[in-house]
């Protein structure tokens, strides 16, 4: 930890209330926490305080902060050359490529780099629409793709509603056990009616008008919503019968958050793998170390374009910090274990200690997710499952805060993502932390 000056916190504040304009906020209310360095699963301010960071910030952070293989790969590389055009070749592209496609299997054959995960949701919606010669995009209310052009208007939550602009798209309701839109008193039952919801939805809308199936494997923002047995083999097997083309968005949910490289290849989400069309990435490819995002694209659709024109590109496409970080991440993830590490601490230790808590919170009304990907839905009641008030979540913030944990919230949860090198002591002191934060909003 380099000298710290707590002046310089200050500074920091003041800069940034003074010119920074910031995402999906009314400016006026906000009061950021300034961040002055961090190593790991933990941060610091400038006061010195550490916290564990038990977000990854925007759950990007897999290999946690400031990995020495990652920095050091991005300074190699800046030594080296730090721009290229996309059109040219470059060393550290094709071996950011290669180690990716190693990872997503034989099924596909190239990669396409953006700068971040919304625009490689723009571009494989793209690619799905130029091989299809269809329109439509289906995708779920409980969702979320990015802040671009289709990808915002493929995400269901509330900020698709005031940036509609783009056309041809169609939402679904995707499972969820818990706050069930199908009347279903079981994951099975859940599974087989939203199935049969999306089946008339696509028929409804006409299939041959609908170009793609877009899903999070997991939703992530949307409340880590694990989907129950049968579901993805089921949306697969309509997307075959339909002619339409499967996007796995996993953006949040890929490079090691479940436990698994991707989480489509874990069992967490279906018996064995349901390989889709095209996969979108981003955050922990490289942990946000430098922006970057892609879309892998199997080898049919990327022979589709061997003799017609792509029409879509990025000055940035596959810059070369950017791949480095990459080639730095996952061979050190690889050889590190950090995949395997995300596995079994959220079996043994993250897993069974939100359960206790649940035990004993009443507040908790259900606990889901795999490896280092949770979430806690919290609840008024546990009967009727109403969601708790903004002003709790609010306070909760605060008391996980000033005991030293960095909290994710959203709606009505909080959301335990803690990088994928996560130790299993640094689990306790987080759980601890969390118990006596529901403790003290309690009281
Ligand atoms: C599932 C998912 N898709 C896409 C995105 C958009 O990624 P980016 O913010 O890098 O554009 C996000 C961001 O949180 C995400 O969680």
Redesign the pocket.
Same mark, same amino acid.
């Given at each position: 930890m380099t000298d710290l000056n707590p002046a310089d916190g200050i500074l920091a504040h003041d800069l940034d209330r003074a010119h920074v304009f910031h995402s999906w906020s009314a400016q006026a209310a906000l009061n950021p926490f300034v961040i002055a360095g961090g190593s790991g699963s933990t941060i610091w301010d400038y006061d010195g305080k550490h916290y564990l960071d038990f977000s990854s910030q925007?759950?990007n952070t897999n290999i946690g902060h400031q990995h020495p293989a990652v920095v050091n790969a991005i300074k190699a590389q800046a030594d080296l050359l730090t721009t290229v055009a996309p059109a040219h070749g470059n060393l550290a592209r094709g071996e950011a490529a290669k180690r990716i496609l190693g990872l997503a299997g034989p099924r596909f054959g190239k990669v396409f780099f953006t700068n @971040?995960?919304?625009?490689a949701?723009e571009n494989a919606i793209r690619m799905a629409r130029l091989t299809t010669g269809r329109d439509k995009v289906l995708s779920t209310y409980r969702s979320?793709?990015?802040?671009t052009g289709a990808?915002v208007v493929a995400t269901g939550d509330w900020r698709r509603v005031p940036n509609e602009f783009a056309r041809g798209h169609v939402h679904f309701f995707g499972p969820f056990s818990y706050r069930t839109e199908f009347w279903s008193d079981s994951p099975e039952q859940e599974s087989e009616r939203a199935l049969r919801h999306l089946e008339r939805v696509i028929q409804s809308e006409g299939p041959s008008s609908i170009a793609v199936i877009l899903l999070?494997t997991i939703p @992530? &923002?949307a409340g880590v919503l694990v989907p129950p047995p049968g579901y993805l083999e089921g949306v697969r097997a309509l997307a075959d019968r339909y002619d339409i083309v499967l996007i796995f968005?996993e953006?949040?949910c890929g490079f090691g958050r479940t436990g698994e490289w991707f989480a489509w290849q874990g069992s967490a989400v279906a018996e064995s793998p349901v390989i889709p069309d095209l996969i &979108?990435f981003?955050?922990g490819v490289n942990s946000g170390y430098v922006p970057v @995002?892609g879309v892998i694209i199997s080898e049919s659709i990327a022979n589709a374009f061997e003799h017609e024109v792509f029409p879509g590109g990025l000055t940035y496409s596959g810059h070369p910090l950017a791949m480095a970080s990459i080639v730095g991440a996952l061979d050190a993830m690889e050889s590190e274990g950090i995949v395997r590490n995300a596995a079994s601490v959220g079996a043994e230790h993250i897993g069974p200690g939100l359960a206790a808590l649940a035990e004993k919170h009443p507040m908790i009304g259900e606990v889901r997710g795999v490896g280092v990907f949770w979430a806690l839905d919290l609840v008024d009641d546990p009967a009727t499952r109403a969601p708790i008030s903004t002003a709790v979540i609010g306070q909760l913030k605060k008391e996980l805060k000033t005991r030293g944990l960095l909290p994710f919230a959203a709606d009505n949860r909080i959301h335990v993502v803690p990088p994928c090198i996560v130790t299993p002591d640094e689990v306790a002191q987080a759980l601890d932390i969390y118990d006596e934060a529901f403790t003290a909003v309690t009281a």
């Open positions: 925007l759950v @971040g995960g919304a625009d949701n979320y793709h990015g802040n990808a999070e @992530g &923002t968005d953006v949040m &979108t981003a955050k @995002g």
